[in-house]
């Protein structure tokens, strides 16, 4: 019988919700929340205990906490550990790569679930199988089914396969026998292409979408011009509260009275250095600048808002719907074009 470690945060270990993001982590001889359902569901492993912790105590906490679980690992010293699913919660799918990447080098299966699009998934996917979720716990069961289902897998010894057993691609490349030479399996493949026939690649390329780019703005001395940010760029004492990293939120604030955002304005980015920013705030986000260009006539306005928010760690898709709900209130103000700066 294999001995798994579980990990889970506050709210499907069954603490509490967003109040209880700060719990410590503690750890109890039996499976805790949704790991009881993993546990059930194994054929030949056992749920031996569960590791329960704080989203943002973990992420703010982590040399603490990492050193707990070393300490539970080394206790209990499991066959296999899994973690999550964390679908697409950024602060949860972080603690989850981040005990994976503490045990990666235990020389043991790691095991976890995330949506597709969690910040976190790029962190951990080399060292551990990503049970590929939906975007929400809405599909819990079916994530702890498959999670389990491939567990079992492990379990057996059996091959594993991303496209079989729904785990995402670890950038492996994986030695296999083939009757053909790749040569002629590549000429197979595009003579299937050029007949429209369906046809499977070796090597799947990744997918970008395609913007089209918007017109140029015809006179420049007329134009309003808007301030964007990934750059974590907010009021000293970051009143609404934006994330440092995985951002869930952008904020807007109220520039029309200022020449320059230095002296009122800071960086709280998790992913750089703010010694700079935070004593020139216009290093990372120029109002100065554009301040400067619209006293030389060169733009017409500074649009009296500034928006914000943090790039580092956040996913694509709370990423998309910052750029529509941004992009909807700047287009319904009529402002023509938009200076963004990253770091």
């Known amino acids: 019988m294999k001995k798994i470690l579980y990990y889970v945060n506050q709210f499907f270990g069954q603490i509490g919700g967003e109040d209880k993001a700060d719990y410590k982590p503690h750890f109890e001889d ?5 790991a009881q359902a993993f546990d059930k569901a194994l054929v030949d492993g056992q749920v ?3 590791i329960v912790c704080g989203d943002n105590y973990y992420n703010e906490h982590k040399e603490e906490s990492d050193k707990f679980i070393l300490d539970v690992f080394e206790k209990v010293k499991p066959d296999i550990v899994v973690a999550g699913p964390a679908f697409n919660a950024g602060r949860y799918g972080m ?8 045990l990666k080098d235990k020389n043991i299966p790691l095991v976890t679930g995330m949506y597709i699009e969690n910040p976190a998934v790029d962190m951990c996917r080399l060292h551990s199988y990503i049970i590929e979720t939906a975007d929400s716990a809405a599909k819990m069961r079916q994530a702890i089914k498959e ?3 491939l567990t079992n897998k492990i379990i057996e010894g059996n091959k594993l396969s991303p496209k079989e057993d729904n785990y995402l691609a670890q950038g492996r490349r994986v030695t296999e026998f083939s009757d053909k030479i790749g040569a002629r399996r590549a000429v197979e493949m595009l003579l299937k292409r050029f007949n429209d026939e369906e046809f499977e ?4 390329m990744p997918e970008f979408d395609e913007v089209e780019p918007a017109a140029p703005i015809a006179d420049m001395s007329k134009a309003t011009i808007a301030l964007i940010t990934t ?3 907010v009021p000293e004492g970051n009143p609404d509260k934006v994330q440092s990293a995985s951002a869930q939120k952008w904020a807007k604030y109220d520039v029309s009275d200022l020449d320059e955002l230095k002296g009122k304005f800071v960086t709280i980015h998790g992913g750089f250095d703010p010694v700079y920013c935070n004593a020139k705030a216009d290093r990372v986000a120029p109002l ?8 030389e006539g060169v733009i017409g306005n500074v649009f009296k808002y500034f928006y914000t928010t943090t790039g580092t760690g956040t996913s694509v898709a709370n990423a998309k719907r910052f750029g529509k709900e941004i992009g909807q209130e700047l287009k319904d103000a009529n402002v023509d074009g938009v200076i963004m700066t990253s770091t």
């Not at 039996?30 to 949704?34: D, F, M, Q, V, Y």
């Open 288 to 295: 100065d600048q554009l301040t400067r260009l619209k006293k």
């Open 231 to 233: 750059g974590g760029v």
């Open 201 to 204: 690649t070796e090597l799947p």
């Open 147 to 149: 999670m389990a289902t």
């Open 30 to 34: 039996k499976p805790i929340g949704c």
């Open 48 to 50: 031996v205990g569960t």
């Open 95 to 102: 603690a989850c790569s981040g005990v994976i990447n503490l």
